[in-house]
């Protein structure tokens, strides 16, 4: 009877990438700690430097590490957040006052900041969907344990909102669908539109992005029962730091 082949042996520089992976997922190696160096790695496995050099980048565009220039190579071990893309919409928690953060975050600290609210004319497409181009904005950044993970970017019709908390940066309790439901325009549908892209610099210094990590940008249009658009939210979010979630039924 033939005998099946022995697959080859992985190259040096990914059997040295899974011990490393091991020992970050171990918890050996804890978020912050620094791997071993390119010297370091050449002198305990004999090897290259361009071979070292290649085992750390396994690591680093596994999302598992990011280089500090001048410093070396840092993990970057962080527990992704779920983010469930209808539960965390149902009327249920905003509606009793919960935050939809709240749903994403179970329970670990967060925080909002670089918040900025202005009345602004809309670019063309946003003013197309909220019927015409005179809006409030509301721009903020989430962080999650400390690491930002997601930038966003609110339009709303100024004539709905003006003078309403939604012009202001607390909210209350149900953020802005708590409110724009106050206001007699309650979002009963929501639509979002999902890509995946290379961050703008802008972006790179707002979520503090490791070089070569991309973004999830998802655009949702919040709309009442009777088809008006209400909201338009335009969101970019760390693709490391996500996993995303959607049920279906058959």
Do not use: C
């Amino acid at each position: 009877m033939q005998q099946s082949p022995v697959p080859p042996e992985p190259p040096i520089y990914r059997r040295i990438a899974d011990g490393l992976r091991q020992a970050i997922l171990s918890g050996d190696l804890r978020d912050g700690d620094r791997l071993p160096g390119e010297n370091a790695l050449m002198a305990t496995h004999g090897i290259a430097r361009a071979t070292a050099r290649q085992a750390l980048s396994v690591l680093i565009n596994e999302g598992l590490a990011v280089p500090k220039r001048g410093s070396g190579v840092y993990v970057r071990q962080f527990r992704p957040i779920r983010r469930h893309g209808s539960r965390r919409l149902s009327r249920d928690g905003w509606g009793r006052g919960e935050a939809i953060w709240d749903s994403d975050t179970r329970g670990r600290p967060y925080t909002v900041d670089e918040v900025e609210i202005d009345r602004e004319t809309a670019e063309e497409a946003v003013a197309r969907v909220l019927g015409g181009p005179e809006v409030w904005v509301r721009r903020r950044r989430y962080s999650v344990d400390g690491r930002p993970v997601q930038i966003s970017v609110s339009h709303f019709p100024a004539g709905l909102v003006e003078g309403s908390a939604i012009t202001r940066p607390d909210t209350g309790a149900g953020g802005v669908y708590a409110r724009l439901g106050e206001l007699g325009h309650l979002p009963a549908h929501f639509t979002e539109e999902i890509r995946a892209r290379m961050p703008h610099p802008h972006e790179t210094v707002l979520l503090d992005l490791p070089a070569g990590t991309p973004v999830i940008a998802i655009a949702r249009v919040a709309y009442t029962a009777e088809g008006t658009a209400v909201e338009v939210n335009e969101m970019v979010l760390d693709a490391a730091s996500y996993v995303l979630q959607y049920d279906f039924d058959a």
